[in-house]
Each structure stands twice: as structure tokens, then as C-alpha cells.
């Protein structure tokens, strides 16, 4: 019988084509030794599509926020943490250069949830019960 047409040859013809697919699937997304810290990594899907669901997820949550009327776009807290993230987002470039491409977004909700998160494609949302609990005023910035 031919080697060709054995179970075991096809399985192992399978396997490496899957290994194969995966590796060629990742994508490194940082520089190592930046900072002194060699890290690297890699991502099962794209970047596009990994911004895609960050976008809808971000636009959703900005959504519910402004449908209980608890998404702030004015005022002194957000003009603060607007500041705050204007002076911020030049320096990410230095950990990864195509953080100067993205569409950088700032929410702020108005919820005693102690939280600030940084999704995908540089969307940033702040609770306000992180300002608060950390009583954060005008020198802070």
C-alpha cells in the first residue's frame, strides 16, 4: 500500500498543516525592552478584527451609558481626564508604534464603580467612582 494513503501519514499531514495555519495566524503586537521588560506577543486573529469588536463593544456600552443618562462628554471631570489622556497617548508610541494610527476614544460614566479601562484600539473608559474614591482634584492632573 502507497504511504500516502495511511491513516497515520494523513493525520500527520493534517497536523502539521494546523500547526502551520496557527503559527503563520499570529501577529507580534509589541516591542520587547522598551522599558527593560522582554515581553512579546502574539494574537490568534487580526488586528482589525480584535479593533472591530472593541468598536462595537465600546459604542454599545456608550450607548447604554447615554440611555441612563450616566455618560458625562462635559463638564470639569471630563475635561480633566481629556487633559489627562491628551498628554498620555503620544507617549504610548514608544511601546508600540501603531498606537499612533488608532482612533483613541474617552468615556466617562457617571457610576461609584472604581474602574478605568483601556480597550482594544485606545478606547478608554472612566467611572467616576475612581475619581471620587480617590478624591482626584485639579492638582492631579
Not at 74 to 89: C, D, F
Request: overall charge positive; aromatic content about 8%; some cysteine.
Amino acid at each position: 500500500m502507497h504511504l500516502i494513503y495511511q491513516p497515520r501519514f494523513i493525520q500527520t499531514v493534517i497536523s502539521v498543516l494546523v500547526a502551520c495555519c496557527l503559527l503563520v495566524a499570529c501577529a507580534n503586537t509589541s516591542r520587547p525592552g522598551v522599558v527593560g521588560v522582554e515581553r512579546s506577543q502574539f494574537m490568534m486573529i487580526s488586528a482589525a478584527q480584535i479593533d472591530r469588536m472593541s468598536a462595537i463593544s465600546y459604542e454599545q456600552q456608550a450607548k447604554a451609558a447615554q440611555k441612563k443618562k450616566i455618560l458625562i462628554t462635559s463638564g470639569p471631570e471630563y475635561e480633566r481626564l481629556k487633559t489627562i489622556a491628551n498628554r498620555l497617548i503620544p507617549q504610548t508610541a514608544v511601546f508600540r508604534d501603531d498606537t499612533r494610527n488608532w482612533n483613541w476614544g474617552l468615556q466617562l460614566i457617571d457610576s461609584p464603580i472604581v474602574n478605568a479601562t483601556c480597550a482594544p484600539g485606545g478606547r478608554i473608559t472612566f467611572y467616576s467612582g475612581i475619581i471620587n474614591k480617590l478624591n482626584l482634584n485639579q492638582q492631579h492632573h
